[in-house]
């Protein structure tokens, strides 16, 4: 696959992630001139830096992302559709929010789905993308595969495998499963662990069309070496 992807087609699938929480200014300006030097299509970024990180890359083509109810998902949906809210207000362009993994393991997929639609429809009217992170390592195939139904009805932008500040990020088992369960009516997100240029491609020959991770700079020039 390394001679089917270009360099600039695979860097416009990368969420240049920095999430740390002892990340400062330096390191976001670092992120975002980093997203601007390779043609990455975000900055993945808890939501305090979203406006410095939006002043940044204004006019760009690099997008800003906010992490909502990160890395638990474990607020309340009012408490997450403000947290969206002010997110956009203060520049991105996406939103990669937690759902609420308790209540999916409790079965409680209409909580699920009233999470799901509450913020898709805020992020609708802003225009802005929404991506659902399920959180992998704590669910069942069986749970993983409900939550994914409940997308493919709902239509988020994407959704996503993983915070990659559980137990373990994505796997290719679980992107398959989940592009399976979604189609064409949801994009998949792998992130977490992916830390090479064959586990990137991995993924994306699983069926996810962005990839999260703060080794973007090492997988594409590992693309440029070949």
């Known amino acids: 696959m390394k001679e089917g992807i270009s360099?600039?087609?695979?860097?416009?699938?990368?969420?240049?992630?920095?999430?740390?929480?002892?990340?400062?200014?330096?390191?976001?300006?670092?992120?975002?001139n980093e997203a601007l030097e390779y043609g990455f299509a975000m900055v993945a970024i808890n939501p305090y830096p979203v406006s410095f990180c939006k002043s940044i890359l204004k006019g760009s083509d690099v997008h800003v992302g906010a992490a909502i109810?990160?890395?638990?998902?474990?607020?309340?949906?009012?408490?997450?559709?403000?947290?969206?809210?002010?997110?956009?207000?203060?520049?991105?362009?996406?939103?990669?929010?937690?759902?609420?993994?308790?209540?999916l393991k409790e079965g409680n997929t209409d909580y699920i789905r009233k999470e799901m639609e509450a913020i898709t429809a805020v992020c609708r009217e802003k225009e802005v993308v929404c991506k659902v992170i399920f959180e992998n390592c704590y669910l069942t195939k069986e749970e993983i595969r409900a939550a994914a139904e409940i997308a493919r009805e709902v239509k988020p932008d994407f959704i996503k495998t993983s915070t990659g500040f559980g137990t373990s990020g994505a796997t290719v088992e679980d992107v398959r499963l989940m592009k399976e369960t979604v189609g064409d009516r949801v994009k998949v997100k792998a992130a977490g662990g992916i830390r090479d240029l064959k586990t990137a491609l991995e993924m994306i020959a699983a069926g996810a069309?962005?990839?999260?991770?703060s080794s973007g700079i090492k997988i594409i020039e590992e693309l440029k070496a070949h």
């Open 7 to 32: 360099v600039k087609t695979l860097a416009g699938m990368i969420d240049h992630t920095n999430l740390k929480a002892y990340a400062m200014e330096e390191d976001f300006l670092k992120l975002c």
């Open 209 to 213: 069309e962005r990839i999260g991770t």
């Open 69 to 103: 109810a990160f890395p638990l998902g474990q607020t309340d949906i009012e408490s997450k559709v403000a947290e969206t809210k002010q997110a956009i207000l203060d520049g991105a362009d996406e939103i990669d929010y937690v759902l609420n993994v308790g209540k």
